[in-house]
């Protein structure tokens, strides 16, 4: 990790998103709603061996072979902020619905990242396969976004020691690409990619509430995306030297 408490060793550009209830297409950037998914690929399945039994509506799922779901679709033209790979130019995160078990990321659902060139996609899946079992809290209502761009610093958890952090800028407390986790009480914990050993970065912050600047909005129509992660966020890190190499995901 960065021991340098330079402030700008530290500053980190950050895209939130602002989503609200919209009717997206299958060409924008957008959470929910419908993916540029390749007719011919089959669509991804979790196996359900780390699923767990502490699901609120399903239940024992152990074992139960499980539909990842469409969360995020998002182009490079609109989202350049993004680590896109060579050659690459759509982000799609997908979820699997239930609860996992704490080693793989915490009793929340389990993410798929793909990074795919949109060219490349001639017939489009009509519609992908329904989950087998779901938990309602971690499906996605279709949004548009409206994007802000924002430099971030670290909160407390993550700073360097001796850093004034006097001048720093906040940390957002909504869905966004980038910057930095917000941390209520814990802190990141291992961040280490176990393939490179580089620190692994926040690529995505899911957020069951969005802030309603400049003041926080904890009201029903806080939540548009519908989704609930335990009144806080679903966190995606990706290692910085390839984002193929193991994500790391928390909630907080």
């Known amino acids: 990790m960065n021991t340098n408490t330079n402030d700008d060793a530290w500053a980190r550009p950050s895209v939130r998103l602002h989503p609200r209830p919209g009717t997206p297409a299958i060409t924008d950037s957008h959470i929910g709603g419908p993916v540029l998914w390749p007719r011919d ?10 699923h767990t039994d502490q699901g609120f509506d399903t239940g024992d799922t152990r074992g139960v072979r499980n539909a990842f779901t469409a969360a995020v679709q998002l182009y490079r033209r609109d989202y350049p902020e993004l680590p896109f790979p060579d050659g690459t130019d759509l982000f799609q995160l997908l979820i699997c619905p239930l609860f996992h078990e704490p080693d793989v990321n915490t009793f929340w659902p389990d993410v ?20 087998a079992a779901f938990e309602p809290m971690h499906l ?16 407390v958890h993550e700073a360097p020691e001796g850093a004034s952090r006097s001048d ?37 912050a899911l957020h069951t509430y969005e802030r309603a600047e400049p003041e926080f909005c904890f009201e029903p129509e806080a939540r548009p995306v519908g989704w609930d992660f335990n009144d806080g966020a679903l966190n995606v890190w990706v290692c910085p030297e390839n984002v193929h190499h193991p994500v790391k995901v928390m909630s907080e």
């Open 168 to 204: 720093w800028s906040e940390v957002a407390v909504s869905t966004k690409i980038g910057g930095w986790a917000f941390w209520y009480a814990s802190g990141p914990g291992d961040m280490e990619c176990p393939e490179c050993g580089a620190y692994r970065e926040l690529l995505l």
């Open 140 to 155: 996605a209502r279709p949004c548009v976004l409206s994007p802000c761009r924002r430099v971030e610093h670290p909160t």
């Open 41 to 50: 690929e089959p669509w991804p399945h979790c196996d359900g061996t780390t």
């Open 112 to 131: 798929r990242l793909v990074w795919r060139d949109s060219t490349t996609v001639t017939e489009v899946l009509a519609a992908p396969p329904t989950p």
